[in-house]
Structure formats: C-alpha cells, structure tokens
C-alpha cells in the first residue's frame, strides 16, 4: 500500500480531531465553570471517565502530529535556517495578530481581564513577544491574554529542539525512541515538577519524539496487509476498551491517555479506507485543517468571552448545540480573517525582501 498520500490525509483527519476534542472539553468546562447545566439533567457531553479524557488525548496527538510532520518535511528537505524561519513565522506572526485583537477587545469590552497588569513587571513583555507568554503563566505572573495558552509555548520550545531530535533519529531512531521511552516512564512516576504532566514540556517532548519515531516505521508497516488489519483490530479494541472501561487503570493518568492517543494514531494509518480521495468530505477536512492552528489561537478567547455574558444562565441540550454551533462559526470566521491578514503581512514582507 502506498502511503505518500495516505499519511498525510490520515494526519489531516487527526489534527481535526485533535481539535475537535479540545475545543469540545473547553466549550462544555467553561459551561460547567459558569454554571449553565441543570444539575437534575447532566452534561451533554461525558469528556472524560475514569481513565480518559479527550482533552489530555487530543493535546497528546497534537504534539505526536507536529513531530511527525516536521519529520516527514525534513525528510524532503532540510535547511536549519530556513527551518527556523519558516516555523516561527508560521507561529508567531498569527499570534501577534491574535494577541493584538484580543488585548483591543479587552480594552473595550473586558477590561477587567487586564486589572492584573500594573502589578507586573514591564520586563515580561519579553514572553510575549516569544508567544511564551502563556506556558510560563504556570510559574508566575505574565501579560498573558490567553492567546495560545501553556501550548503554544511548549510547541515553540519543541521546535527550537527538534534539529536535535532529528539528529538523534537520523543516528538511531530505535536507541532515541528506547532512551526517550525510558525518560518519559521516569518523569511521570518520579513526580519531578508542580505542574501537571499533560502542560508540561519536559512531557509533551516525548510526545512530540514519539511522533517523529511512528512516522518513520508505520509506512513500512502498512505495507503488510495481515499486520495492518492486525494492528487496525488490536487499536480498534484499544480506543473502544478506553470509552467504556470504568475501574481505574493503576498507571499515570498522562500514560494511559498517550496510549489512546497512540492507539487512534495507529487506527487511521492501518485503516483501509484512509486514502486520499478527492471528495466533499475530504476537501472540507483539508480546508479546516488548514485553518487549525488560527482556530486554535482565537476559540478559547470566544469561548471565555461567551462563557462571561451567559454565566448562570440554565440551558438546556438544544440550546447548547446551538450556542456550540454558533461559536464554531465564530471561532471559523475568525480563523480565516486571521489568516488573510497574516497573507497580506507575509506578502509585504516577501515583497521588501526582493
């Protein structure tokens, strides 16, 4: 089987999910927060059990699919310095946008949001300018607006890493993966660190190996039409196990969840019919995935704003599909005004620098 195109229609797929499963668990978290659910009828929708939670899985393949796409690009072509500046202008110029909007939406209309500012040191700045602004709101106070959150820092950091990582793999993949494994299993029982496991780097760079480790063995191994429909089964069984399974499995929470995440990351590459086809379903993927990473900056600041001028309100089902549809049209509109905007910022740059 061929798998040029199929990798990357099944990363496609996985980045949507991925997403789909984050914004899921901030939409229904920050209707819980604000106390929109009627406690005699529940929730909606069940974000996580007793061992999963959608949201550590989808942050868990997304970290898997940046390292597996950077990878697999590094395999067509590789030049550091273009490396660097292609990345982080991809990351960074949508953030600046992002965090210029958010900071004048707030002056007009959530001021309260920025109450904390005078109290911070004016030298901080600095980490929004990396887009770390964020992650290291996990230490101490910063101008974080939220643009990104803990992730986008954790990724940048990732990928200022990744020619390292790249020449370990290039060495021996199978030493960097045993002695990556080997680190991952001591971090999460030796309790090292007062974040949480599944916002930490130090974890999430496991992850992110991970990745760039599957992506160099599954093509070979698809290849094998017994072994694929084996590994399709055993991953099937895996994700519907984890759904239903209720007593807790004594392991750290942010392994099991990486092993759902795993296991959906094998289902759609050894899923026969994830192939490249030219079809409505698919066109619509690729346009949303393309739009991903704009999404991801703006629906957690729509969702916060939405959730402010709706708390305490009682909602029923219907009413809360509907207020979930509406800020997906948002969070989509958003994305794509974020995006012609970076163009016309990458087109006057492109156009000053011939």
């Known amino acids: 089987m061929s798998t040029q195109n199929t990798r990357f229609r099944a990363m496609s797929w996985m980045r949507v999910l991925a997403f789909a499963f984050i914004i899921v668990y901030h939409f229904i978290f920050e209707l819980e927060q604000k106390g929109n659910f009627d406690p005699e009828k529940g929730s909606l929708i069940q974000y996580s059990n007793s061992n999963l939670h959608i949201a550590i899985i989808g942050v868990s393949l997304f970290f898997m699919l940046s390292g597996a796409g950077l990878m697999l690009s590094s395999m067509r072509k590789w030049d550091l310095k273009d490396f660097y500046r292609r990345r982080f202008t991809k990351l960074l110029i949508p953030f600046y946008v992002v965090e210029i909007f958010t900071l004048v939406a707030s002056l007009a209309l959530k001021r309260e949001w920025l109450s904390y500012f005078p109290f911070i040191s004016k030298a901080k700045i600095i980490f929004n300018f990396l887009g770390m602004d964020g992650y290291f709101e996990q230490f101490f106070p910063t101008f974080s607006l939220h643009v990104g959150e803990w992730f986008l820092g954790a ?46 780097v130090f974890v999430k760079a496991y992850d992110f190996i991970l990745g760039m480790f599957l992506i160099t063995e599954i093509p070979g191994l698809m290849e094998k039409k017994s072994f694929r429909r084996a590994l399709w089964l055993v991953s099937f069984l895996i994700i519907i196990i984890g759904m239903g399974f209720k007593p807790v499995i004594p392991m750290p929470t942010a392994i099991v969840n990486l092993i759902y995440a795993i296991a959906i990351f094998i289902y759609f590459f050894s ?11 698919d066109k619509l993927i690729e346009k949303i995935c393309a739009l991903s990473y704009e999404v991801f900056l703006v629906h957690h600041i729509i969702i916060y704003y939405i959730g402010d001028n709706i708390e305490g309100q009682i909602m029923g089902h219907k009413q809360i599909v509907a207020l979930f549809v509406t800020e997906i049209i948002i969070m989509l509109a958003m994305a794509m005004l974020v995006r012609n905007i970076v163009n016309f910022i990458n087109q006057k740059i492109l156009k000053r620098t011939q």
């Not at 200022?160 to 029982?189: E, S």
């Open 155 to 200: 990724l940048i950091m990732l990928y200022v890493l990744f020619p390292v990582f790249r020449f370990c793999m290039k060495k021996n993949r199978y030493v960097t993966i045993l002695v990556a494994t080997v680190y991952y299993v001591v971090l999460n029982y030796g309790n090292f660190f007062s974040i949480s496991p599944w916002t930490n």
């Open 271 to 281: 899923s026969d019919n994830i192939k490249l086809k030219d079809t409505v379903l």
